[in-house]
């Protein structure tokens, strides 16, 4: 009897310890997750810019590899959205890179264009992570789509690694694709990200968004969401206000999910432009 009294009580204290790591690292990645939206912009600061606006921000885990940012300078308003390799706390802390050093490339004013902003946030996150191009390191990077847009020309400048950008102007919906390139190591010779432009007219809707929507598993089938469906969407609810469209998203993402796991980092960023 001791002996298994003895084995018991061992049993019991390793479950007790594996609980109270468990429980330790818990509290240690949500308090990585203060520091991570600490970093990302407030909504407040967003509605300075953007009166009509919303971000939809899931992340999988606790932390999240996709960010959101926001800036203006000069008469140029900034905003990117980024998806980082991986989830969680890999995720998270290159996402903490890219936001770093996408403020000093915009800090520094040395970019003419949004796609000379990725060329530059491309070499920058190579010298970071001591990328060669060596086939035995790892192929870390972001996807990311860039927006610079003049609110006095009313001009949208977009750039993308891989991340589109989509735009509504008078019930149609405009998609520019971005470069099949991460910011970081690719496999192909690293080429300019193309810089593409558009006239911005009154009340144009823009969406940046990252692919964790419509990968999402769900529907009767357990498929993905898809793009076309996504595009469907959008275009149905485009006419709504900006906080009704982030509600109606929400719903139909979750009503495809159901009661599947979510597969990604969810992260959508959408605005109705005004003169």
Same mark, same amino acid.
């Given at each position: ?36 939206? &600490?970093?990302? !912009?407030?909504?407040?600061?967003? *509605?300075?810019? %953007?009166? /009509? ?5 899931? #992340? ?100 993308? &690694?891989?991340? !589109?950008?989509?735009?509504?102007? *008078?019930?149609? %919906?405009? /998609? ?5 390139? #991460? ?93």
């Amino acid at each position: 009897m001791s002996l298994e009294k003895d084995l018991k009580e061992k049993i019991s204290y390793q479950r007790d310890e594996i609980d109270r790591q468990r429980k330790e690292l818990t509290e240690s990645i949500k308090y990585a997750s203060y520091i991570q939206n &600490a970093l990302l !912009p407030s909504q407040k600061d967003i *509605k300075k810019y %953007l009166p /009509e606006h919303f971000v939809i921000f899931i #992340p999988r885990d606790i932390v999240s590899g996709d960010f959101y940012w926001i800036t203006k300078r000069k008469s140029e308003l900034i905003i990117a959205v980024a998806d980082c390799t991986g989830h969680g706390v890999p995720g998270a802390f290159m996402s903490i890179l890219g936001i770093t050093l996408l403020s000093e490339i915009v800090n520094r004013a040395s970019y003419t264009s949004a796609g000379s902003i990725l060329n530059q946030l491309r070499e920058s996150v190579m010298r970071a992570l001591n990328q060669r191009g060596t086939e035995e390191e790892q192929k870390d990077g972001i996807d990311m789509a860039i927006c610079v847009v003049n609110l006095e020309t009313n001009i949208l400048q977009y750039a993308g &690694a891989f991340n !589109p950008v989509y735009i509504i102007k *008078k019930n149609r %919906l405009i /998609e520019v694709q971005g470069d099949k390139m #991460p910011i970081g190591i690719a496999a192909l010779e690293e080429n300019s990200f193309t810089n593409h432009r558009f006239d911005l007219d009154e009340g144009d809707l823009v969406y940046l968004f990252s692919d964790g929507f419509v990968d999402q598993f769900g529907g009767r089938e357990g498929k993905k969401f898809k793009y076309q469906p996504f595009r469907n969407l959008l275009l149905s609810i485009s006419n709504l206000p900006m906080h009704v469209q982030k509600n109606e998203l929400l719903k139909a993402f979750n009503h495809w999910k159901g009661n599947l796991g979510q597969l990604d980092d969810v992260l959508m960023f959408g605005f109705r432009y005004h003169y």
